[in-house]
């Protein structure tokens, strides 16, 4: 197939449109825009559902106020393969669990965030997204069990 002399500049364009785009969508992707990075909250909650899933999982869980109020939290960490390598599994979590959580909150106030570190209620503390409390490592406690 041959491309005419007029429309091969603008086929060179749209490849390079194309291509600068991606890694800026990726960017925004995976950037902390939503998040106040210079915020963490640390609250005690009640495992609703673990999703195990590409391209992150996901906690949602239940917290109670000082006057009742329950609020329900959704908190992403990275995907499954990052989480196997820090500890976490299909099985870490199930509804009803106890857990302590510490997490970037969104920047608008919704119940959502990075799950920087989970503690189970037998003291096992798992780490979730890298530089969370204290810039620690996203490695699990040694003898930690997924």
Request: hydrophobic content about 40%.
């Amino acid at each position: 197939m041959r491309i005419s002399l007029l429309k091969r500049p603008l086929l060179v364009f749209a490849a390079e449109v194309c291509l600068v785009s991606v890694p800026v969508a990726a960017w925004a992707h995976h950037g902390g825009a939503n998040y106040d990075m210079e915020k963490q909250l640390t609250m005690k909650g009640t495992v609703t559902e673990w999703l195990w899933a590409n391209p992150h999982c996901f906690m949602k869980y239940d917290t109670t106020d000082d006057k009742g109020n329950v609020a329900h939290w959704a908190v992403e960490v990275s995907n499954p393969t990052d989480m196997t390598k820090r500890g976490w599994s299909l099985h870490t979590f199930k509804p009803g669990d106890e857990v302590t959580v510490t997490v970037r909150p969104a920047k608008n106030g919704a119940p959502v965030g990075q799950l920087l570190k989970v503690v189970l209620a037998n003291g096992q503390t798992l780490m979730g997204w890298p530089n969370g409390p204290g810039g620690a490592a996203s490695t699990p406690d040694a003898g930690a069990k997924p």
